[in-house]
C-alpha cells in the first residue's frame, strides 16, 4: 500500500468520538447504482434513529480521515477508437486521449501506478515486451507498435478508472464491466454495518485501533475493548480485520483478529478466519447472505478461543519449536522482504527455550512496519499455533 498519490495512516491520538448514523450518507453515492442498492439492502434505519451513534468509538475520525483521501473517481467504458495513443510522460507513463461524449471536451488521461503495464498487457499482451523496450530505450519501437494496435483493434473495450486531482485525470487502473465496483466508500459503510451490529449483539465496544487508507486500497484494524481472561495465559481481545482493493478483480474482506498479551505485557496479535469475502463479482444478495450470518463470527470466535487454551502458550518452547517458527518465518519468500527475514534471522539468534511462544512472537513483531508483511506475519502466527496445536 506504499505510494499512492493520496494516502493517511490513523494511529494514535485516536478520540473515542463515534459517528453519527446519519453522516453515513456521505458514504453513498447518489449517482452510482451499486451504491443506492447498497443503501436500500442495508438502509441507515437498521443503525437506529438518525441521531443515534454507530457503536464504534473512533468512527468520527475515521469518516474524517477517509474524507481528506476521497479523491473523485470516475469509471468510463471507452472502444479504442474513441483513444488517441499520446505518447509516454518522462517517467515513462502512458498518456491517453479520450473523445468522451459523457465528460464532454476531449481529455487527456496519464498512466499512474501499473496502469501503462496493465493496459498494455490486457489489450495487446505486451506487458513484458513494453518494459523490454522502456529499459533499453527502444521507446519509437514501442510507439509505433501501440499506435498499430489501437488503429488495428478499434471495437476493442475497456472500463478504465480515472482519479481527478488537481484538475488532472489520472489513470489509476482498469475495471470490469463484468463486476460490481464496491469502492472503498461502500466497503466502509458495509464494515460500520458489521461492527456496529456486532457490537449490538455481543454487547461489547469496539474501537477503531489503526488505518491506512490510500486512493484505492484500505487496511483497517478494530478492537473489543472488553479482553476475555484465559487461565494462565492473560488477556485475549477479539477485533476485526478489514480490507478492500477497487482495482481489477479485488476483493472486499472483513476478518476475525486477536491479540493476545500475557501477565508480563507481552503480546502478538494473529489473524484467525474470514467472517466473509466479498469478490467484485458477487451480487447484493450474495452480500446480504454473507453479512447477515452472524453464526459464522460466533464459530470463528469458538474455534480461536479453543486453539489458544489448547495450544501450550505459558509453556516454554523446544528447540524444534523455534525452528519450526522460523522456517515459516523464513521461507516466506514471495510475502516478506529480504530486510524483513535478515531481522527475523537476527532475532533467532535471541530466542531459545526458556521463552513461550507469545514471548518470541512479540520479539517478532516489529520486524516490518509494511501493512502487507504485516498482515502476512499475523496470518502465519495464527497458521502457526494451528500446527503446534
Known amino acids: 500500500m506504499n505510494n499512492h498519490i ?26 452510482r447504482k451499486i451504491d443506492l442498492e447498497i443503501l436500500d439492502s442495508f438502509p441507515l434505519n437498521t443503525f437506529g434513529e438518525s441521531t443515534d451513534e454507530v457503536l ?26 474513441d483513444i488517441e495513443y ?12 479520450f473523445k468522451n461524449e459523457e465528460y464532454g471536451e476531449p481529455f487527456n488521461g496519464t498512466g499512474i501506478y501499473d496502469f501503462t503495464y496493465d ?3 490486457s489489450l495487446f499482451e505486451m506487458g513484458r515486451f513494453s518494459k523490454f523496450c522502456i529499459k533499453n530505450s527502444y521507446t519509437d519501437l514501442l510507439n509505433d507498435n501501440i499506435s498499430k494496435l489501437i488503429d488495428e483493434l478499434p471495437e476493442t473495450k475497456r472500463q478504465y478508472r480515472f482519479l481527478k486531482k488537481e484538475n488532472k485525470m489520472l489513470l489509476r487502473g482498469l475495471t470490469s464491466t463484468r463486476y460490481n465496483n464496491y469502492d472503498n466508500n461502500l466497503a466502509l459503510y ?21 488505518a491506512h487508507l490510500t486512493d484505492s486500497e484500505i487496511s483497517i484494524f478494530f478492537k473489543q475493548n472488553d479482553p476475555i481472561r484465559i487461565a494462565n495465559v492473560g488477556n485475549l481481545h477479539f477485533g476485526m480485520y478489514t480490507s478492500n482493493n477497487e482495482i481489477r478483480e479485488g476483493t472486499f474482506s472483513l476478518e476475525l483478529r486477536y491479540t493476545l498479551e500475557d501477565k ?24 446480504s447472505r454473507k453479512l447477515s450470518n452472524t453464526t459464522k463470527i460466533r ?17 516454554s518452547l523446544t528447540d524444534d519449536s523455534i525452528y519450526f517458527i522460523f522456517q515459516k518465518v523464513l521461507n516466506s519468500t514471495q510475502k516478506l522482504g529480504s530486510e524483513t527475514r535478515s531481522k527475523a534471522r537476527e532475532i ?27 498482515i502476512h506475519l499475523e496470518r502465519l502466527y495464527n497458521e502457526i499455533l494451528k500446527e503446534l496445536n
Open 6 to 31: 493520496s494516502q493517511l495512516k490513523v494511529f494514535g491520538n485516536i478520540t473515542n468520538e463515534r459517528v453519527k448514523v446519519e453522516k453515513l450518507n456521505s458514504l453513498i453515492r447518489k449517482d
Open 119 to 121: 493496459f498494455l498487457d
Open 86 to 97: 499520446v505518447g509516454l510522460t518522462d517517467e515513462k507513463e502512458i498518456i491517453l486521449r
Open 348 to 374: 533467532k539468534e535471541r530466542i531459545d527455550n526458556t521463552m513461550t511462544i507469545v514471548e518470541a512472537f512479540d520479539k517478532l513483531k516489529d520486524i516490518s512496519t509494511n501493512i502487507d508483511e504485516r
Open 190 to 210: 458495509l464494515t460500520l454495518y458489521s461492527l456496529h451490529h456486532y457490537a449490538k449483539e455481543y454487547n461489547t465496544s469496539i474501537c477503531l485501533q489503526e
Open 299 to 315: 464459530e470463528i470466535r469458538e474455534i480461536t478461543m479453543n486453539l489458544i487454551k489448547n495450544v501450550k502458550l505459558s509453556t
Open 264 to 287: 508480563n505485557g507481552k503480546s502478538f496479535s494473529g489473524l484467525s478466519d474470514s467472517v466473509f469475502q466479498i469478490n467484485h463479482s458477487n451480487g447484493i444478495e450474495n452480500i
Open 56 to 81: 464504534v468509538d473512533g468512527s468520527d475520525d475515521l469518516l474524517k480521515a477517509f474524507e481528506k483521501i476521497s479523491d473523485v473517481k470516475m469509471d468510463f467504458t471507452e472502444a479504442l477508437k
